[in-house]
Protein backbone atom coordinates (compact mmCIF):
# COMPACT_ATOMS: atom_id res chain seq x y z
CA UNK A 1 0.00 0.00 0.00
CA UNK A 2 0.58 3.77 -0.28
CA UNK A 3 3.76 4.41 1.98
CA UNK A 4 5.21 8.15 3.65
CA UNK A 5 8.53 8.65 5.32
CA UNK A 6 10.21 11.01 7.13
CA UNK A 7 13.54 11.16 9.63
CA UNK A 8 12.14 11.13 13.24
CA UNK A 9 13.96 14.26 14.65
CA UNK A 10 15.80 17.35 12.98
CA UNK A 11 17.88 19.57 15.32
CA UNK A 12 18.68 23.27 14.07
CA UNK A 13 20.12 26.44 15.84
CA UNK A 14 17.94 29.67 16.09
CA UNK A 15 18.20 31.66 12.99
CA UNK A 16 19.28 28.90 10.65
CA UNK A 17 16.76 27.57 8.37
CA UNK A 18 15.64 24.22 8.63
CA UNK A 19 14.39 21.77 5.79
CA UNK A 20 12.57 18.67 6.97
CA UNK A 21 12.42 15.74 4.01
CA UNK A 22 9.52 13.14 3.30
CA UNK A 23 9.27 10.76 0.74
CA UNK A 24 5.96 8.94 -0.83
CA UNK A 25 5.36 5.78 -3.08
CA UNK A 26 1.80 7.25 -4.26
CA UNK A 27 2.43 7.96 -7.89
CA UNK A 28 -0.96 9.06 -8.09
CA UNK A 29 -0.57 11.75 -5.14
CA UNK A 30 -2.31 14.77 -5.95
CA UNK A 31 -2.20 17.15 -3.08
CA UNK A 32 0.59 16.90 -0.70
CA UNK A 33 0.33 18.94 2.48
CA UNK A 34 2.90 19.91 5.23
CA UNK A 35 0.78 19.87 9.37
CA UNK A 36 2.30 21.34 12.08
CA UNK A 37 1.62 19.80 15.93
CA UNK A 38 2.42 21.69 18.59
CA UNK A 39 2.53 20.21 22.48
CA UNK A 40 -0.87 19.70 23.60
CA UNK A 41 -2.29 20.85 20.12
CA UNK A 42 -4.12 19.46 17.37
CA UNK A 43 -2.69 19.19 13.75
CA UNK A 44 -1.88 22.87 11.67
CA UNK A 45 -2.32 22.98 8.24
CA UNK A 46 0.74 25.19 7.15
CA UNK A 47 0.86 24.61 3.34
CA UNK A 48 -0.42 22.47 0.77
CA UNK A 49 0.75 21.85 -2.97
CA UNK A 50 -0.49 20.63 -6.14
CA UNK A 51 1.19 17.86 -7.95
CA UNK A 52 1.58 19.50 -10.80
CA UNK A 53 3.82 22.93 -9.23
CA UNK A 54 7.36 22.15 -8.92
CA UNK A 55 7.68 25.21 -5.72
CA UNK A 56 5.08 26.88 -3.61
CA UNK A 57 6.96 29.18 -1.02
CA UNK A 58 4.42 31.27 1.68
CA UNK A 59 6.85 33.92 3.76
CA UNK A 60 9.02 31.60 6.05
CA UNK A 61 8.04 28.54 4.19
CA UNK A 62 9.25 27.14 0.99
CA UNK A 63 7.54 23.51 -0.25
CA UNK A 64 9.53 21.33 -3.03
CA UNK A 65 8.16 18.78 -5.04
CA UNK A 66 10.56 16.56 -6.84
CA UNK A 67 7.83 14.30 -8.31
CA UNK A 68 10.27 12.24 -10.13
CA UNK A 69 11.96 11.25 -6.82
CA UNK A 70 9.06 11.30 -4.94
CA UNK A 71 10.36 13.65 -2.35
CA UNK A 72 8.47 16.67 -0.42
CA UNK A 73 10.63 19.16 1.73
CA UNK A 74 9.68 22.23 3.49
CA UNK A 75 12.40 24.82 4.39
CA UNK A 76 11.47 26.66 7.45
CA UNK A 77 13.79 29.88 6.95
CA UNK A 78 14.81 31.66 9.73
CA UNK A 79 13.57 29.27 12.26
CA UNK A 80 12.56 30.51 15.73
CA UNK A 81 12.14 28.91 18.78
CA UNK A 82 7.94 29.14 17.91
CA UNK A 83 8.44 26.67 14.91
CA UNK A 84 9.72 23.84 17.61
CA UNK A 85 7.19 21.47 17.49
CA UNK A 86 6.16 17.83 15.23
CA UNK A 87 5.96 18.58 11.41
CA UNK A 88 3.55 15.77 9.44
CA UNK A 89 4.08 15.10 5.94
CA UNK A 90 0.26 13.98 4.35
CA UNK A 91 -0.56 12.91 0.74
CA UNK A 92 -3.58 12.29 -0.94
CA UNK A 93 -3.80 10.05 -4.16
CA UNK A 94 -6.64 10.56 -6.69
CA UNK A 95 -8.57 7.05 -5.64
CA UNK A 96 -8.81 7.76 -2.27
CA UNK A 97 -10.21 10.02 -0.23
CA UNK A 98 -7.85 9.55 2.47
CA UNK A 99 -4.93 11.09 3.57
CA UNK A 100 -1.43 8.95 3.80
CA UNK A 101 0.24 10.39 6.71
CA UNK A 102 4.17 10.18 7.45
CA UNK A 103 5.30 9.95 11.40
CA UNK A 104 6.08 13.56 12.03
CA UNK A 105 9.56 14.84 12.18
CA UNK A 106 9.60 16.59 15.79
CA UNK A 107 12.41 20.03 15.17
CA UNK A 108 14.26 21.03 18.18
CA UNK A 109 15.68 24.45 18.20
CA UNK A 110 18.96 24.77 19.32
CA UNK A 111 19.45 28.37 21.05
CA UNK B 1 -15.33 30.61 11.16
CA UNK B 2 -15.54 28.31 14.43
CA UNK B 3 -12.85 25.29 13.85
CA UNK B 4 -13.54 21.87 14.79
CA UNK B 5 -14.29 21.09 18.37
CA UNK B 6 -13.45 18.31 20.25
CA UNK B 7 -15.72 17.59 23.68
CA UNK B 8 -14.16 16.66 26.44
CA UNK B 9 -10.88 17.70 26.31
CA UNK B 10 -9.51 15.30 28.75
CA UNK B 11 -11.09 12.19 30.05
CA UNK B 12 -10.14 9.62 32.87
CA UNK B 13 -11.66 6.40 32.25
CA UNK B 14 -10.68 2.57 34.16
CA UNK B 15 -10.27 -0.37 31.73
CA UNK B 16 -13.49 -1.81 31.17
CA UNK B 17 -15.34 0.88 30.86
CA UNK B 18 -16.83 2.60 27.04
CA UNK B 19 -16.42 5.77 26.01
CA UNK B 20 -17.98 8.45 23.85
CA UNK B 21 -15.86 11.23 22.47
CA UNK B 22 -18.02 13.94 20.20
CA UNK B 23 -16.42 15.98 17.48
CA UNK B 24 -18.34 18.93 15.74
CA UNK B 25 -16.67 19.77 12.44
CA UNK B 26 -16.57 23.05 10.37
CA UNK B 27 -19.32 24.33 9.59
CA UNK B 28 -20.34 23.07 6.03
CA UNK B 29 -17.79 20.57 6.19
CA UNK B 30 -19.22 16.90 6.09
CA UNK B 31 -16.51 14.30 6.14
CA UNK B 32 -15.08 13.58 9.31
CA UNK B 33 -12.38 11.33 10.33
CA UNK B 34 -10.65 10.00 13.89
CA UNK B 35 -7.34 9.06 14.34
CA UNK B 36 -5.66 7.91 17.26
CA UNK B 37 -2.29 9.64 18.58
CA UNK B 38 0.47 7.56 20.90
CA UNK B 39 3.90 8.08 20.96
CA UNK B 40 4.60 4.96 19.89
CA UNK B 41 2.55 4.42 16.98
CA UNK B 42 2.05 7.73 16.07
CA UNK B 43 -1.11 8.87 14.24
CA UNK B 44 -3.21 5.97 13.29
CA UNK B 45 -6.34 6.25 11.56
CA UNK B 46 -9.49 5.06 13.03
CA UNK B 47 -12.17 5.89 10.40
CA UNK B 48 -13.90 8.50 8.26
CA UNK B 49 -17.46 9.01 8.17
CA UNK B 50 -19.38 11.28 4.83
CA UNK B 51 -22.97 11.67 5.19
CA UNK B 52 -24.02 9.90 7.96
CA UNK B 53 -22.11 6.30 6.60
CA UNK B 54 -18.97 4.95 7.17
CA UNK B 55 -16.63 5.65 4.29
CA UNK B 56 -12.61 4.58 5.15
CA UNK B 57 -11.34 2.25 7.87
CA UNK B 58 -8.09 1.60 9.67
CA UNK B 59 -7.12 -1.56 11.25
CA UNK B 60 -8.58 -1.69 14.42
CA UNK B 61 -10.18 -3.82 16.54
CA UNK B 62 -14.15 -3.63 16.99
CA UNK B 63 -14.07 -2.01 20.02
CA UNK B 64 -13.89 1.03 18.08
CA UNK B 65 -16.76 2.42 16.64
CA UNK B 66 -18.43 5.24 15.38
CA UNK B 67 -21.34 7.09 13.48
CA UNK B 68 -22.07 10.49 12.27
CA UNK B 69 -25.21 12.65 12.69
CA UNK B 70 -27.09 14.14 9.86
CA UNK B 71 -25.38 17.89 10.77
CA UNK B 72 -21.89 15.85 10.43
CA UNK B 73 -20.99 16.12 13.82
CA UNK B 74 -19.51 12.41 15.24
CA UNK B 75 -19.14 10.41 17.52
CA UNK B 76 -16.62 7.42 18.34
CA UNK B 77 -17.25 4.62 20.95
CA UNK B 78 -14.55 2.83 22.68
CA UNK B 79 -16.02 -0.11 24.43
CA UNK B 80 -14.46 -2.11 27.00
CA UNK B 81 -11.05 -0.09 27.73
CA UNK B 82 -8.01 -1.24 27.75
CA UNK B 83 -4.71 0.29 28.98
CA UNK B 84 -2.81 0.53 25.76
CA UNK B 85 -6.21 2.51 24.66
CA UNK B 86 -4.60 5.80 26.26
CA UNK B 87 -3.99 8.15 23.60
CA UNK B 88 -4.59 11.52 22.09
CA UNK B 89 -8.05 11.14 19.94
CA UNK B 90 -8.10 13.81 16.91
CA UNK B 91 -11.30 14.35 15.26
CA UNK B 92 -10.27 16.35 11.54
CA UNK B 93 -13.61 17.49 9.58
CA UNK B 94 -12.75 18.35 5.46
CA UNK B 95 -15.20 19.37 2.38
CA UNK B 96 -16.29 16.64 0.14
CA UNK B 97 -15.43 17.46 -2.94
CA UNK B 98 -14.36 15.14 -6.39
CA UNK B 99 -11.26 13.03 -5.33
CA UNK B 100 -9.07 15.05 -7.10
CA UNK B 101 -10.15 18.36 -5.45
CA UNK B 102 -8.09 19.85 -2.46
CA UNK B 103 -9.17 18.17 0.51
CA UNK B 104 -7.26 19.27 3.66
CA UNK B 105 -8.55 18.36 6.49
CA UNK B 106 -8.84 20.68 9.60
CA UNK B 107 -8.31 19.53 12.98
CA UNK B 108 -9.53 19.65 16.79
CA UNK B 109 -7.32 19.93 19.63
CA UNK B 110 -8.42 16.31 20.31
CA UNK B 111 -9.32 14.61 23.32
CA UNK B 112 -7.06 12.84 25.65
CA UNK B 113 -7.85 9.90 27.37
CA UNK B 114 -6.07 8.57 30.08
CA UNK B 115 -6.47 4.48 31.47
CA UNK B 116 -6.01 3.77 34.74
Known amino acids: GEDVEQSLFLSVREGDSSVINCTYT??????LYWYKQEPGAGLQLLTY???NMDMKQDQRLTVLLNKKDKHLSLRIADTQTGDSAIYFC???????????WGAGTKLIIKP | KAGVTQTPRYLIKTRGQQVTLSCSPI?????VSWYQQTPGQGLQFLFE???????NKGNFPGRFSGRQFSNSRSEMNVSTLELGDSALYLC???????????????FGDGTRLSIL
Open chain 2, 92 to 106: ASSLEGGLTSNQPQH
Open chain 2, 27 to 31: SGHRS
Open chain 1, 26 to 31: DSSSTY
Open chain 1, 49 to 51: IFS
Open chain 2, 49 to 55: YFSETQR
Open chain 1, 90 to 100: AERGDSNYQLI
